[in-house]
């Protein structure tokens, strides 16, 4: 009984000190929001307004598309070790050209057509992507992962849409300056 309480009270006491630890450790890394707001001229919500834009110039991050058709491919579904070896090279290639070309657009001065040129790179680089799976992945799995791939755009849609009303409802509530 002795040793059941002990190991109960030493997991709960490791438990209080990793959360506590991760607290402290994470709020040490966050900005101090005073100094951010001084910056900003006391403007209530910070950066919020902006952020999408400064991670991928008001766009979706098209690197996260191929992120999670691998994550997909690997547990979704569930091809064999042989079949992700074959397939990883695909990944990181197409990969690989999706940050290149998002490096070319955010180094230009260009940010109007970031959104139109990433579009059209998208039209050109998906279709050589489907092809190069066609070659390793069999046609059940190639649909099955073409299928999960538009459920988790549409969802990923329905989100925006769902954020951008948001946004649009609060300001039109007067979520504007430093009023309050």
């Excluded at 098209?62 to 999670?68: K, L």
């Excluded at 390793?136 to 299928?147: F, R």
């Excluded at 459920?151 to 951008?164: F, G, T, V």
Aim: hydrophobic share 35%.
């Amino acid at each position: 009984m002795k040793q059941k309480f002990f190991a109960i009270t030493t997991i709960a006491v490791l438990a209080i000190v990793g959360v506590f630890v991760f607290e402290h450790a994470t709020s040490a890394q966050r900005p101090n929001r005073n100094d951010q707001n001084q910056q900003r001229g006391n403007r209530q919500g910070g950066e919020r307004g902006d952020r999408g834009r400064s991670m991928g110039m008001g766009m979706m991050n098209y690197v996260s598309i191929v992120d999670n058709s691998w994550l997909d491919l690997t547990f979704a579904v569930k091809v064999d070790d042989e079949t992700l070896v074959k397939a990883r090279p695909i990944y990181q290639a197409t990969r690989e050209k999706f940050m290149k070309k998002m490096e070319e657009i955010r180094s230009s001065d260009n940010m109007r057509g970031a959104q139109a040129a990433m579009q059209s790179f998208l039209a050109t680089t998906g279709p050589e992507f489907q092809a190069s799976l066609k070659e390793v992945l069999t046609e059940e799995q190639l649909t099955k992962l073409t299928e999960l791939t538009k459920k988790r755009q549409e969802r990923q849609n329905e989100q925006r849409e769902r954020m951008n009303r948001f946004r649009e409802g609060a300001g039109r509530r007067g979520g504007g300056g430093g009023n309050q």
